[in-house]
Nanobody
């Protein structure tokens, strides 16, 4: 059983940056692909970025490309999401997710473990 806890959310102005962290426990972290998803009020949960267990491979939603960077530190059992040039439309609850796989999927149903989420609010 893997437990995930996100942190780093908050309220920022458009154009600001935030770095989200997701600390994992309960498994061999490097065996798990990790993903970041987000859900805005009244909308479905959507994919943001994913990373392979080694950290060598990443994948981004079009909305995240060029602004967000996913990374991981397997010595700290933590995955990060660096978000730059934030926009009001980035406002959402951000979730990290884990799946024991060599793949790093973009579909939420592929993931087995989820954190409780952290709120990101971007004002204009």
């Amino acid at each position: 059983q893997v437990q995930l806890v996100e942190s780093g959310g908050g309220e920022v102005q458009a154009g600001d940056s935030l770095r989200l962290s997701c600390a994992a426990s309960g498994g061999t972290f490097s065996s798990y692909a990790m993903g970041w998803f987000r859900q805005a009020p009244g909308k479905e949960r959507e994919f943001v970025a994913s990373i392979s267990g080694s950290g060598a491979r990443t994948y981004y939603a079009d909305s995240a490309k060029g602004r967000f960077t996913i990374s991981r530190d397997n010595t700290k059992n933590t995955v990060y999401l660096q978000m730059n040039s934030l926009k009001p439309e980035d406002t959402a609850v951000y979730y990290c997710a884990a799946v024991r796989s060599k793949f790093y999927p973009s579909i939420s149903s592929s993931y087995d473990y989820w954190g409780p989420g952290t709120q990101v609010t971007v004002s204009s």
